[in-house]
């Protein structure tokens, strides 16, 4: 018998990197998948595949933000089973550039994708889960959601409020025997750092005198593709938070994501921002005397 047998869980977020991944693995396991995004062909071709593969998956194309594909993802999970046994809170992208110019409209937007609809949806599935007496909220954050960089305060600050969230939430449903759970993880390989910069360019243009410090930033971050994690490895995380039995409360990875929180438990507030600025090679930017 495979460990999620009977299982409904929804992923959303599910048309590429951890979503999808996380779809695949948790379908292995036995559950029936409810993936959503916005990209129907993708969503196609995954449910396509998990089926091929002998697993149960149905797709439910829409938008995270708007209320009725909200509400259609749920009906499409309570007709399967009558039941939802865990949601994966994966939906999100990545707001960069100097907040100078970020339009405020562009950071509410991205706290909709990545915070309110999250809350929003997350508050449809709680009743189903309390008249169950158990269930699992699975929230995607980031390491971004404990350790905020230059020219990526806006994402950073959507995971920081997901995770205080998340810490809040536990505390209200373990009495109906629901978990949260927060997973953090480090960089992976997938089309958010495409995506992110898409959208940076498309709010924002001509970053001006930010331009050759958002330039050093950005090549230090693409040299560190090299140590890069999969989507599988994070897959793989989330389906240990739904199959153990006392799941913990953070899971991290892959190892670059440990070493780093571990750095920021560790040093001091200022020593460690330091390091943050050199390692994003931003150190001597932020010692050079002002403009006259």
Do not use: C, M, Q, W
């Given at each position: 018998m495979k460990k999620l047998d009977g299982q409904v869980v929804i992923v959303t977020g599910a048309s590429s990197g951890i979503g999808e991944a996380a779809a695949r693995e948790i379908a292995r396991e036995g559950a029936c998948v409810v993936v959503m995004a916005r990209r129907r062909e993708r969503l196609d071709a995954l449910v396509a595949e998990i089926t091929a593969a002998g697993g149960q998956a149905v797709a439910v194309a829409g938008d995270i933000t708007v209320a009725a594909d909200r509400d259609r993802v749920v009906a499409e999970a309570m007709e399967r089973g009558g039941r939802i046994d865990a949601l994966i809170n994966n939906a999100g992208y990545g707001q960069v550039g100097p907040v100078e110019l970020i339009p405020l409209e562009a950071i509410r937007q991205n706290f909709e994708t990545n915070l309110f609809s999250l809350i929003a949806l997350t508050q449809q599935v709680i009743p189903v889960m309390r008249r169950q007496r158990r269930g699992r909220?699975?929230?995607?954050?980031?390491?971004?959601?404990?350790?905020?960089?230059?020219?990526?305060?806006?994402?950073?600050?959507?995971?920081?409020?997901?995770?205080?969230?998340?810490?809040?939430l536990r505390g209200e449903l373990a009495p109906f025997g629901i978990h949260v759970v927060v997973i953090e993880p480090g960089y992976i390989r997938t089309e958010f750092t495409q995506v992110a910069q898409e959208k940076m360019q498309s709010v924002i243009g001509d970053i001006g005198p930010y331009a050759p410090f958002f330039s050093q930033a950005v090549g230090r971050y693409g040299a560190a593709r090299q140590f890069a994690g999969r989507p599988e490895d994070i897959a793989r995380l989330i389906v240990t938070a739904l199959t153990t039995r006392r799941p913990r409360t953070r899971y991290a990875a892959p190892g670059h994501a440990h070493l780093a929180l571990a750095v920021k438990r560790l040093l001091p507030d200022g020593m460690f921002h330091a390091l943050i600025l050199r390692l994003m090679g931003l150190a001597k930017a932020a010692s050079a005397p002002p403009e006259a």
């Open positions: 909220i699975i929230n995607i954050s980031s390491v971004a959601g404990r350790i905020a960089r230059p020219f990526s305060s806006v994402y950073d600050a959507t995971k920081h409020a997901l995770e205080a969230i998340s810490d809040g």
